[in-house]
């Protein structure tokens, strides 16, 4: 079955540098790579996606990569905010990574 | 919001109890999945349905069933729970595609002692 590893497991930035999450999958029939985040206490919401027939997505501050070859994908988060601290999960179809913990100090 | 309303939102049990969750959408989406939170693991999928009545295994699915008698209803039964199955659960829905859980409800914060 599909595997989804994500790195970092926590990653700490200062407010306005950009922060990078990194995940690989295993079954090359993926085609559906979605990100969520997941605030305190809250719900998972989906903040953005890619599909395997694109190589790069972008919404405002937030842009994912996708390497089919390579079978992994990217998100990319710019001029962090405060308000960017949470938990992202990566996931290829309905499989998740573990999760990174990202912390933006002000 | 998309309209997912999860109930119980907390519930404390015993061993060897049943319990049943449920998950009630008012979006009509054709696709719902139930998932489980633990620290370390990310969200794991316990089943998920494609239709009325049409479920399936996800990644963790032993010691859980599930029922969709109808479009908007999800439940998942814990037939006899174990310590092992106190986790958070959340329910998700999807549009059009399988395998894209878009909207989440709240969760179910279950402890089984």
């Known amino acids: 079955g599909e595997n989804v590893e994500q790195h970092p497991s926590t990653l700490s930035v200062q407010e306005g540098d950009s922060a990078v999450i990194k995940c690989t999958y295993s079954?090359?029939?993926?085609?559906?790579f979605p990100w969520y985040k997941q605030e305190l206490g809250k719900r998972p919401q989906l903040i953005i996606d890619?599909?395997?027939?694109?190589g790069e997505k972008k919404d405002q501050r937030i842009a994912v990569t996708l390497n089919k070859t390579a079978k992994h994908f990217s998100l990319h988060i710019t001029e962090t905010q405060p308000e960017d601290s949470a938990v992202y999960f990566c996931?290829?179809?309905?499989?998740f990574g573990t999760g990174t913990r990202l912390k933006v100090l002000a | 919001d998309a309209g997912i309303t999860q109930s119980p939102r907390h519930k404390v049990t015993e061993t060897g109890t049943p319990v049943t969750l449920r998950c009630h959408q008012t979006?009509?989406?054709?696709?719902m999945y139930w998932y489980r939170q633990d620290p370390g693991h990310g969200l794991r999928l316990i089943h998920y349905?494609?239709?009325?009545?049409?479920?399936d295994k996800g990644e963790v699915s032993d010691g859980y069933s599930v029922s969709r008698s109808k479009t908007e209803d999800f439940l998942l039964t814990l037939e006899s729970a174990t310590s092992s199955q106190t986790s958070v659960y959340f329910c998700?829905?999807?549009?059009?595609?399988?395998?894209?859980?878009?909207?989440f409800g709240d969760g179910t914060r279950l402890s089984i002692l």
């Open positions: 998700a829905i999807s549009e059009s595609m399988g395998n894209q859980p878009q909207h």
């Open positions: 079954d090359s029939a993926s085609n559906y």
């Open positions: 890619i599909r395997s027939n694109v």
């Open positions: 996931a290829a179809g309905y499989i």
């Open positions: 979006e009509n989406h054709r696709y």
């Open positions: 349905s494609y239709g009325v009545k049409d479920t």
